[in-house]
């Protein structure tokens, strides 16, 4: 485990926190005016590898070898210049913090985007060490910045990642339908008509970057996938965005617990380890593996049936049960996955230079309009 403390003076910043894998929805935006929750579990931290923040420099001044060797090989709008390794963790999880009123930023709606750069300093120096994110429509979370802290060892119990055996024991899975809260309701938070069910934003993100992935698997042919949920989340996008008709490239769920997958697979629908982000490995090098984060994989692989509904009547006089929940409402709108997650995978696969690929991601805005993003 690790304390992170200032750079400047050395004074403790956090509580001891465990590192684990960076959530791929960790810069989502999602929606207009939603209000989502904390990004992190507490007591855990996350790395961003990448360069996250500002300055940030447009496209058009940066060379493409640059951009190259930044693993970045089509345009973008903006590619961050701040130095990589920003770590996350959950705001409840920091002390001896204050916020800095005059860099709130300038774009935030109903709270604190992090856009003017750090706005939280060390209480005991005044050195500016973290971003507080709160606002609509973003994770909530604190981002360390790298050059204002370091790292700490301390004693706890931090030892050997959970085995991919324990992690389906454990059966941590993400339901892909959630409800979903407005920003600021004078009808309180509790209220049911702030809230609506919806289809997950870490689904949509996971299958963000799962799609980008399955596109450059498909080398531009048609894509065929489970039936069932995985049907629901990508195959209305692929049926798109790929020709149809034969030879079609065939994808499956494959992964700690599930079948072997026979040799007419091309793609695997794979794990990602919750706490490593090691990519689970199939037995065949020649499928192409589809990362997806395990919850929500755990879902799709070992679907939860939804529990009894009685069909009349009502309980005898006198029982109780507290082993019921009733199904969660359906989303009243088709599966759309995030466009901005989408695009950020795909730019830094190096497929994205076969002209298809990059039809289709010039074409981005035009399929988002159409509803499969």
Known sequence: MFVFVCAGCGAELTIPLSQVALPVHAHQKYGNGTQLPVLMESGTFAVESEPWGPPWRK???IHPDEAAVRGVHAP?????DGAPGATVIAPGDAHGTVLIPENRGGRYCC??????????ACVACGLPVASRIDDCSL???MWLAPNAVRRRPVDGADGTPLSWADLIAEGKGTPPFEPISRWGSRLGAGHW?????????????????ALAHLLAASQGRPVMVPDGLAAEVFRRALDAMLPAGPPTRRAVLAGPGRPAPDGDADILLVPTHPQTGEVWSPADPAAYPVPLPFGVWLWLAFPAPDPPVPTSGVLPEGVL???FDPPAPRPRHLFRADPETFRHTLVRLPDIRSPWLREILDNLTQHTRAGYF
């Open 76 to 80: 973008v709008y903006a590619l961050s």
């Open 139 to 141: 994770w909530q979370a």
């Open 111 to 120: 709270g604190l985007d992090g856009a003017a750069g750090p706005n939280v």
């Open 59 to 61: 496209w058009e001044e």
């Open 193 to 209: 008509s702030n809230h609506w069910w919806s289809w997950s934003p870490q689904w949509e993100a996971a299958a963000g970057r």
């Open 321 to 323: 049960r507290d082993d």
